[in-house]
């Protein structure tokens, strides 16, 4: 019986991290210095919300909220780190705490964010710059290691013996009122 459980709970760590690879990347976190950069990159203010879409432990929101952040909010898919970043809100006291979902980040609702971190593998990037249409105007998105295709990045984040950290200031086509008047 203990075997049986055992074996159901190995079996969910490995399903849900595939399905985290298929779907995005697996699980990779961020290296502790790195995790420096990314809050230095975002540029935290105490009004921002931080999102990370595939948040793994949740090393990244822990520190934004450390940094000052309103909010941070994860989403994760794999079992393993979601119950770790779990068993880490339960040790943070509730003033710095990340909210942090078990749920896919491509149904998210992402509206409200002003902070985005993604470290994900290029072959999600097609779907990530449609899920980046949702953001409002003026949000930052700070993506670890590649340059996102068709996009300028605001700034480049470099260290020696870093990956590379690529800062977007996200905007939407000004639209034109029906009844501009034409000079
Ligand atoms: C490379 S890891 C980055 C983890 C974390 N952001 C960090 O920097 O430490 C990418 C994470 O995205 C998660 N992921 C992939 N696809 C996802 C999806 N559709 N919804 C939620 N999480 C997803 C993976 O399980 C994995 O933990």
Not at 124 to 150: C, M, Q, T
Request: net charge positive.
């Amino acid at each position: 019986m203990v075997l049986h459980i055992l074996f159901a709970i190995i079996f969910l760590f490995m399903f849900t991290f595939v399905i985290g690879g298929y779907s995005a990347a697996p699980w990779v976190p961020a290296r502790a210095s790195d995790v420096t950069r990314f809050i230095e990159a975002g540029e935290i203010l105490p009004t921002d919300v931080v999102v990370d879409l595939g948040c793994g432990d949740g090393r990244l929101l822990f520190a934004a909220m450390r940094a000052g952040a309103a909010e941070a909010i994860g989403y994760e898919i794999s079992l393993l780190p979601y119950l770790i970043a779990q068993v880490r809100c339960l040790f943070t006291p509730r003033n710095i705490r990340p909210k942090i979902y078990f749920r896919n980040f491509w149904k998210a609702d992402v509206s409200r964010t002003t902070v985005v971190y993604t470290f994900l593998m290029p072959k999600s990037f097609d779907h990530l710059l449609k899920k980046i249409n949702e953001l409002p105007n003026g949000a930052r998105l700070i993506n670890y290691v590649w340059e996102l295709p068709g996009m300028t990045p605001e700034k480049i984040f470099e260290a020696p013996k870093s990956l590379k950290l690529y800062r977007y200031r996200l905007q939407t086509a000004p639209t034109i009122p029906a009844t501009a008047p034409l000079n």
